[in-house]
Protein backbone atom coordinates (compact mmCIF):
# COMPACT_ATOMS: atom_id res chain seq x y z
CA UNK A 1 0.00 0.00 0.00
CA UNK A 2 1.22 3.65 -0.77
CA UNK A 3 1.99 5.99 1.82
CA UNK A 4 0.63 9.47 2.24
CA UNK A 5 2.14 12.18 3.75
CA UNK A 6 0.43 15.05 5.94
CA UNK A 7 2.48 18.43 6.65
CA UNK A 8 1.39 20.49 9.27
CA UNK A 9 2.04 24.41 10.35
CA UNK A 10 1.17 24.82 13.91
CA UNK A 11 -0.62 27.73 15.38
CA UNK A 12 -1.71 28.59 18.86
CA UNK A 13 -5.18 28.66 17.64
CA UNK A 14 -5.48 26.40 14.79
CA UNK A 15 -3.58 24.23 12.08
CA UNK A 16 -3.30 23.88 8.66
CA UNK A 17 -2.41 20.80 7.34
CA UNK A 18 -1.48 19.79 3.47
CA UNK A 19 -1.81 15.42 2.44
CA UNK A 20 -0.18 14.39 -0.38
CA UNK A 21 -0.01 10.62 -2.30
CA UNK A 22 3.39 8.70 -2.88
CA UNK A 23 3.23 10.83 -6.52
CA UNK A 24 2.92 14.05 -4.58
CA UNK A 25 -0.72 15.35 -5.78
CA UNK A 26 -2.68 16.94 -3.17
CA UNK A 27 -5.40 14.90 -1.55
CA UNK A 28 -6.40 17.50 0.82
CA UNK A 29 -6.04 20.45 2.08
CA UNK A 30 -7.59 21.88 5.80
CA UNK A 31 -7.86 23.90 8.65
CA UNK A 32 -8.57 22.83 11.98
CA UNK A 33 -8.47 23.64 15.82
CA UNK A 34 -6.16 23.65 18.06
CA UNK A 35 -8.36 21.95 21.22
CA UNK A 36 -8.63 18.64 22.04
CA UNK A 37 -11.90 17.63 20.18
CA UNK A 38 -11.20 19.39 16.92
CA UNK A 39 -7.53 17.88 17.15
CA UNK A 40 -9.03 14.29 18.00
CA UNK A 41 -11.54 14.62 14.73
CA UNK A 42 -8.45 15.23 12.46
CA UNK A 43 -6.81 11.95 14.08
CA UNK A 44 -9.85 9.71 13.62
CA UNK A 45 -9.96 10.97 9.52
CA UNK A 46 -6.17 9.47 9.14
CA UNK A 47 -5.03 6.43 7.32
CA UNK A 48 -3.06 4.24 9.23
CA UNK A 49 -0.45 4.34 6.02
CA UNK A 50 -0.01 7.77 6.42
CA UNK A 51 3.40 9.83 7.73
CA UNK A 52 3.37 12.87 9.61
CA UNK A 53 5.31 15.96 10.06
CA UNK A 54 5.10 19.17 12.28
CA UNK A 55 7.55 22.27 13.09
CA UNK A 56 8.57 21.42 17.33
CA UNK A 57 6.65 24.44 18.06
CA UNK A 58 3.73 25.57 21.22
CA UNK A 59 2.68 22.01 21.81
CA UNK A 60 3.93 20.32 19.00
CA UNK A 61 4.10 17.20 21.51
CA UNK A 62 0.76 16.90 22.80
CA UNK A 63 0.07 17.23 19.18
CA UNK A 64 1.62 14.48 18.13
CA UNK A 65 0.83 12.20 21.58
CA UNK A 66 -3.00 12.56 19.83
CA UNK A 67 -2.34 11.25 16.55
CA UNK A 68 0.47 9.06 16.58
CA UNK A 69 -1.80 6.17 17.35
CA UNK A 70 -3.61 6.10 13.87
CA UNK A 71 -0.87 6.66 11.72
CA UNK A 72 2.39 5.03 10.34
CA UNK A 73 5.15 7.11 12.03
CA UNK A 74 5.71 11.03 13.03
CA UNK A 75 8.56 12.79 12.41
CA UNK A 76 9.52 16.36 13.69
CA UNK A 77 10.77 18.81 11.41
CA UNK A 78 14.14 20.73 12.05
CA UNK A 79 12.90 24.79 11.78
CA UNK A 80 16.01 26.23 11.60
CA UNK A 81 17.16 23.84 8.59
CA UNK A 82 13.99 23.90 7.11
CA UNK A 83 13.71 27.50 6.68
CA UNK A 84 16.98 27.57 4.96
CA UNK A 85 15.58 24.69 2.34
CA UNK A 86 12.70 26.09 1.89
CA UNK A 87 13.13 29.84 1.78
CA UNK A 88 10.64 31.60 -0.33
CA UNK A 89 9.35 34.82 -0.92
CA UNK A 90 5.77 33.95 -0.24
CA UNK A 91 4.84 32.76 2.97
CA UNK A 92 1.43 31.55 3.80
CA UNK A 93 0.44 28.78 6.33
CA UNK A 94 -0.86 26.83 3.08
CA UNK A 95 2.67 26.96 1.59
CA UNK A 96 4.46 25.98 4.62
CA UNK A 97 2.36 22.46 5.46
CA UNK A 98 2.76 21.95 1.82
CA UNK A 99 6.60 22.24 2.00
CA UNK A 100 6.38 20.44 4.71
CA UNK A 101 4.32 17.48 3.14
CA UNK A 102 6.75 17.44 0.18
CA UNK A 103 10.36 17.52 2.19
CA UNK A 104 8.53 14.37 3.99
CA UNK A 105 7.57 12.56 1.06
CA UNK A 106 11.19 13.09 -1.08
CA UNK A 107 12.81 12.47 2.52
CA UNK A 108 14.44 15.95 2.12
CA UNK A 109 12.88 16.88 5.58
CA UNK A 110 15.66 17.60 8.22
CA UNK A 111 14.63 16.28 11.49
CA UNK A 112 14.30 16.98 14.78
CA UNK A 113 14.51 14.95 18.21
CA UNK A 114 11.74 13.06 19.15
CA UNK A 115 11.66 12.75 22.80
CA UNK A 116 10.88 9.98 24.17
CA UNK A 117 8.10 9.86 26.72
CA UNK A 118 9.86 8.62 29.50
CA UNK A 119 12.93 11.10 29.04
CA UNK A 120 10.08 13.96 28.81
CA UNK A 121 8.41 13.29 31.91
CA UNK A 122 11.49 13.98 33.88
CA UNK A 123 12.68 16.85 31.66
CA UNK A 124 8.87 18.68 33.11
CA UNK A 125 10.27 17.99 36.23
CA UNK A 126 14.24 19.68 35.15
CA UNK A 127 12.69 22.67 33.34
CA UNK A 128 10.47 23.41 36.02
CA UNK A 129 13.28 23.41 38.49
CA UNK A 130 15.33 25.70 36.21
CA UNK A 131 12.10 28.62 35.86
CA UNK A 132 11.93 28.88 39.73
CA UNK A 133 15.99 28.62 40.05
CA UNK A 134 15.29 32.00 37.22
CA UNK A 135 12.95 33.36 39.13
CA UNK A 136 14.49 32.95 42.85
CA UNK A 137 17.35 34.73 41.06
CA UNK A 138 15.38 37.50 39.71
CA UNK A 139 13.88 38.21 43.33
CA UNK A 140 17.82 38.17 44.30
CA UNK A 141 18.41 40.90 41.74
CA UNK A 142 15.31 42.99 42.68
CA UNK A 143 16.55 43.03 46.24
CA UNK A 144 19.98 44.41 45.35
CA UNK A 145 18.36 46.96 42.47
CA UNK A 146 15.99 48.38 45.44
CA UNK A 147 18.98 48.29 47.65
CA UNK A 148 21.33 50.38 45.05
CA UNK A 149 18.25 52.89 44.59
CA UNK A 150 18.91 53.95 48.20
CA UNK A 151 22.42 53.89 48.15
CA UNK A 152 22.84 50.69 50.26
CA UNK A 153 24.57 47.63 49.44
CA UNK A 154 25.06 44.25 51.36
CA UNK A 155 28.70 42.38 51.20
CA UNK A 156 27.15 38.58 51.56
CA UNK A 157 27.41 37.25 48.35
CA UNK A 158 23.80 35.78 48.97
CA UNK A 159 21.30 38.12 49.84
CA UNK A 160 18.77 35.89 51.28
CA UNK A 161 21.39 33.96 53.53
CA UNK A 162 21.46 34.70 57.37
CA UNK A 163 24.74 36.86 57.03
CA UNK A 164 23.34 38.76 54.85
CA UNK A 165 19.40 39.04 56.99
CA UNK A 166 22.00 40.34 59.57
CA UNK A 167 23.39 43.20 56.98
CA UNK A 168 20.11 44.27 56.45
CA UNK A 169 18.68 44.79 59.14
CA UNK A 170 21.71 47.24 60.08
CA UNK A 171 20.63 49.45 57.05
CA UNK A 172 18.83 52.75 57.53
CA UNK A 173 16.07 52.09 54.80
CA UNK A 174 12.82 53.90 54.44
CA UNK A 175 9.66 51.75 55.74
CA UNK A 176 8.19 50.82 51.73
CA UNK A 177 11.38 50.04 50.56
CA UNK A 178 11.78 47.78 54.04
CA UNK A 179 8.49 46.09 53.27
CA UNK A 180 9.41 45.56 49.24
CA UNK A 181 12.45 43.51 50.48
CA UNK A 182 11.29 41.43 53.29
CA UNK A 183 8.41 40.91 50.48
CA UNK A 184 11.35 39.62 48.44
CA UNK A 185 12.83 37.74 50.77
CA UNK A 186 9.82 36.23 52.15
CA UNK A 187 8.73 34.68 48.13
CA UNK A 188 12.84 32.96 48.14
CA UNK A 189 12.31 31.26 50.92
CA UNK A 190 8.46 29.49 49.64
CA UNK A 191 10.88 29.18 46.00
CA UNK A 192 13.54 27.15 48.15
CA UNK A 193 10.96 24.75 49.56
CA UNK A 194 9.53 24.46 45.78
CA UNK A 195 13.00 23.78 44.81
CA UNK A 196 14.23 21.84 47.41
CA UNK A 197 11.08 19.04 46.84
CA UNK A 198 11.31 19.40 42.94
CA UNK A 199 15.43 18.58 43.16
CA UNK A 200 14.41 15.17 45.53
CA UNK A 201 11.61 14.10 42.82
CA UNK A 202 14.24 14.53 40.15
CA UNK A 203 16.61 12.94 42.02
CA UNK A 204 13.96 10.08 43.18
CA UNK A 205 13.16 9.60 39.84
CA UNK A 206 16.46 9.56 38.06
CA UNK A 207 16.92 6.28 35.88
CA UNK A 208 20.01 4.15 36.97
CA UNK A 209 21.63 3.63 33.43
CA UNK A 210 25.16 4.15 32.62
CA UNK A 211 25.04 7.30 31.20
CA UNK A 212 24.28 8.97 34.69
CA UNK A 213 27.08 6.51 36.12
CA UNK A 214 29.23 7.67 33.92
CA UNK A 215 28.28 11.12 33.85
CA UNK A 216 29.00 11.33 37.92
CA UNK A 217 32.19 10.28 37.71
CA UNK A 218 32.87 13.89 36.90
CA UNK A 219 33.80 15.91 39.55
CA UNK A 220 31.65 18.18 40.48
CA UNK A 221 28.90 16.47 39.04
CA UNK A 222 26.18 14.37 41.81
CA UNK A 223 23.05 12.38 41.04
CA UNK A 224 21.00 15.79 40.46
CA UNK A 225 23.02 17.16 38.01
CA UNK A 226 23.46 14.37 36.05
CA UNK A 227 20.09 13.52 35.82
CA UNK A 228 20.07 16.86 34.67
CA UNK A 229 22.89 16.44 31.53
CA UNK A 230 21.00 13.28 30.66
CA UNK A 231 17.51 14.26 30.28
CA UNK A 232 18.39 17.03 28.47
CA UNK A 233 20.57 15.33 26.59
CA UNK A 234 19.09 12.49 25.48
CA UNK A 235 20.45 10.03 23.31
CA UNK A 236 24.00 10.99 22.51
CA UNK A 237 24.47 9.68 19.27
CA UNK A 238 21.76 12.02 18.06
CA UNK A 239 24.92 14.55 17.36
CA UNK A 240 27.19 14.08 14.21
CA UNK A 241 30.09 15.79 16.21
CA UNK A 242 31.58 17.12 20.05
CA UNK A 243 31.08 20.70 17.35
CA UNK A 244 27.47 19.50 17.22
CA UNK A 245 26.62 18.89 20.60
CA UNK A 246 28.55 22.03 22.13
CA UNK A 247 26.38 23.84 19.39
CA UNK A 248 23.20 22.30 21.19
CA UNK A 249 24.46 23.66 24.51
CA UNK A 250 25.48 27.46 23.07
CA UNK A 251 28.15 27.36 24.95
CA UNK A 252 30.06 28.20 21.38
CA UNK A 253 30.80 31.67 20.32
CA UNK A 254 29.18 33.42 17.55
CA UNK A 255 31.59 33.65 14.47
CA UNK A 256 31.65 36.08 11.73
CA UNK A 257 34.02 36.34 9.00
CA UNK A 258 34.71 38.59 6.51
CA UNK A 259 37.49 38.01 3.95
CA UNK A 260 40.37 38.17 6.37
CA UNK A 261 38.56 39.67 9.33
CA UNK A 262 37.37 37.64 11.62
CA UNK A 263 35.06 38.85 14.65
CA UNK A 264 34.47 36.16 17.63
CA UNK A 265 31.31 37.86 19.86
CA UNK A 266 29.33 36.21 22.60
CA UNK A 267 28.09 32.93 23.07
CA UNK A 268 25.05 32.18 21.25
CA UNK A 269 22.92 30.57 24.25
CA UNK A 270 21.13 28.24 21.99
CA UNK A 271 20.04 24.84 22.20
CA UNK A 272 19.13 24.17 26.57
CA UNK A 273 18.89 26.36 28.93
CA UNK A 274 19.06 24.29 31.60
CA UNK A 275 22.20 22.32 29.95
CA UNK A 276 23.82 25.35 30.01
CA UNK A 277 23.68 26.32 33.29
CA UNK A 278 24.38 23.03 34.90
CA UNK A 279 27.27 22.80 32.61
CA UNK A 280 28.77 26.32 34.30
CA UNK A 281 27.69 25.40 37.49
CA UNK A 282 29.47 21.34 37.66
CA UNK A 283 32.59 23.61 35.45
CA UNK A 284 33.09 25.98 38.61
CA UNK A 285 33.16 22.84 40.71
CA UNK A 286 35.62 20.45 38.30
CA UNK A 287 38.04 23.17 37.91
CA UNK A 288 38.85 23.17 41.73
CA UNK A 289 38.64 19.03 41.75
CA UNK A 290 40.19 18.70 38.04
CA UNK A 291 44.62 19.18 38.02
CA UNK A 292 43.46 19.75 34.27
CA UNK A 293 40.93 21.72 33.85
CA UNK A 294 42.06 24.10 37.07
CA UNK A 295 45.29 24.99 35.06
CA UNK A 296 43.03 26.04 32.21
CA UNK A 297 40.95 28.27 34.42
CA UNK A 298 43.79 29.79 36.05
CA UNK A 299 45.17 30.80 32.55
CA UNK A 300 42.12 32.24 31.19
CA UNK A 301 41.50 33.84 34.19
CA UNK A 302 44.87 35.31 34.36
CA UNK A 303 43.98 37.02 31.46
CA UNK A 304 41.60 38.97 33.11
CA UNK A 305 37.92 38.24 32.42
CA UNK A 306 36.71 34.88 35.38
CA UNK A 307 33.71 34.98 33.27
CA UNK A 308 35.22 33.86 29.93
CA UNK A 309 37.03 31.45 31.57
CA UNK A 310 34.21 29.65 33.55
CA UNK A 311 32.30 29.42 30.17
CA UNK A 312 35.22 28.25 28.71
CA UNK A 313 35.86 25.29 30.98
CA UNK A 314 32.04 24.64 30.57
CA UNK A 315 32.52 24.11 26.53
CA UNK A 316 35.45 22.08 27.73
CA UNK A 317 33.21 20.22 29.98
CA UNK A 318 30.54 19.70 26.71
CA UNK A 319 32.88 17.95 24.92
CA UNK A 320 34.56 15.81 27.42
CA UNK A 321 30.92 14.53 27.98
CA UNK A 322 30.58 13.56 24.49
CA UNK A 323 33.53 12.05 24.13
CA UNK A 324 33.10 10.08 27.14
CA UNK A 325 29.22 8.92 26.00
CA UNK A 326 29.98 8.00 22.83
CA UNK A 327 33.13 5.98 23.90
CA UNK A 328 31.33 4.52 27.06
CA UNK A 329 34.63 5.63 29.25
CA UNK A 330 34.72 7.36 32.69
CA UNK A 331 36.47 10.62 33.40
CA UNK A 332 39.90 10.72 33.49
CA UNK A 333 41.42 13.19 35.85
Not at 146 to 154: A, R, Y
Not at 188 to 212: G, R, T, V
Not at 226 to 241: L, P, Q
Not at 303 to 330: C, D, F, Q, S, W
Amino acid sequence: MSKNFIGVDLHKRFCVFAELDANGNVIRRGKFGNNFKEISDFASSLKQNTKLTVEPVLNYLWFLDQVKPYIDSVHPANPQKVRVIAEAKTKTDKYDSLVLAELLRTNFLPESYYVPEHIRKLRDLVRQRCHLVGARTGFKCRIRHLLFLNGSKVEASDISSPKARKQLKELCLADTIKKSVYQCLGIIKELNKEIEALELEIEKNSPKNEDIALLMTIPGIGILRATIIYVETGDINRFKSKKAFSSYTGLVPIVRASGEKIYTGKITKAGSRALRTVLIEAAIEASRKSEHLHRMNSRLTYRGNNKKARTAVAHKLAIIIYVMLKKREPFRK
